[in-house]
């Protein structure tokens, strides 16, 4: 008893849960196995779209969220389908990608443990704005479009949590022009790798993919740069000890090599310039 109190404290903190990463990792190899309460409250209330919830907020939350697991290529939805629902995932990766003009697909974005996608198409648009697919075994927390609008009207204060998860991405957006503008192929293409590896939004202390689920063609698309120059820069960086490449897999071995391509964005002193 005092084993859950103490989980259930830690759920409802900022800082590492290490259980949760226990029970992630084991929900990867008994997928028909329900989340715990536990790992629900944690995700919520690590969920930039929940921030601001008060305690019964949390409880709400969790009583309207289901869970969803999908083996590799599953399909979560179509690009252009009414958007219903909105999920967190907390468990693998997932692809997010668009039809091209071509109609072949194009990867956009993968999103990893602690990130929520779809909230775009549900809140806005009315229609999915990218298809979703699990890029190897994973599981989702999901919340349907009624019980988000419930939450809502009954909690004002989400609406100021959605606005600032909108302004971040934008930021994003910006930083991804700017990184196409300013960098350098190689700078670039380090930042994709790491940013797939170990996303942003991910809350997991311990939980680092050193595996991309990639083919090179969609490296290329995230980078923003042709299959020759990814396979190029592969090729270099697989002889310098820095990754292993296979067609349709990326395994980083030195992270750190990649960091240090990474350009320095600190603002200088106008006295050291």
Not at 79 to 89: D, L, M, S, T
């Amino acid at each position: 008893m005092e084993q859950r109190k103490a989980r259930r404290r830690e759920a409802m903190t900022e800082g590492p849960l290490t259980p949760v990463r226990a029970e992630v990792e084991a929900a990867l190899r008994t997928p028909e196995a329900a989340p715990s309460g536990d790992l629900v409250l944690y995700l919520i209330r690590q969920c930039p779209l929940f921030q601001g919830l008060p305690p019964e907020g949390w409880a709400e939350a969790a009583a309207c969220a289901r869970a969803w697991s999908g083996p590799h290529g599953a399909v979560l939805f179509r690009e252009g389908e009414p958007a219903v629902a909105f999920g967190v995932v907390y468990a693998g990766r997932v692809k997010l990608t668009q039809r091209a003009r071509s109609g072949a697909e194009a990867l956009v974005r993968v999103v990893g443990e602690g990130q929520a996608f779809a909230w775009p198409g549900l809140f806005a648009d009315g229609v999915y704005l990218a298809s979703a697919a699990a890029l190897e075994p994973a599981r989702a927390l999901v919340w349907d479009r009624p019980g988000v609008d419930e939450l809502f009207t009954r909690f004002p204060v989400l609406a100021h949590s959605a606005r600032h998860v909108v302004s971040r991405r934008m930021r994003e957006l910006q930083d991804r022009w700017r990184e196409l503008a300013d960098d350098r192929v190689p700078e670039r293409l380090a930042r994709t790798l790491l940013r797939v590896v170990q996303p942003d939004g991910r809350r997991f202390e311990d939980g680092v993919f050193p595996s991309v689920p990639l083919s090179r063609r969609e490296i290329a698309q995230l980078t923003g740069t042709t299959l020759f120059t990814v396979s190029r820069l592969f090729g270099q960086w697989e002889r310098a000890g820095v990754l292993t490449a296979s067609r349709e897999r990326v395994v980083v071995t030195d992270p750190a090599a990649l960091r240090r391509l990474l350009p320095d964005r600190r603002p200088r002193s106008p006295l050291s310039r």
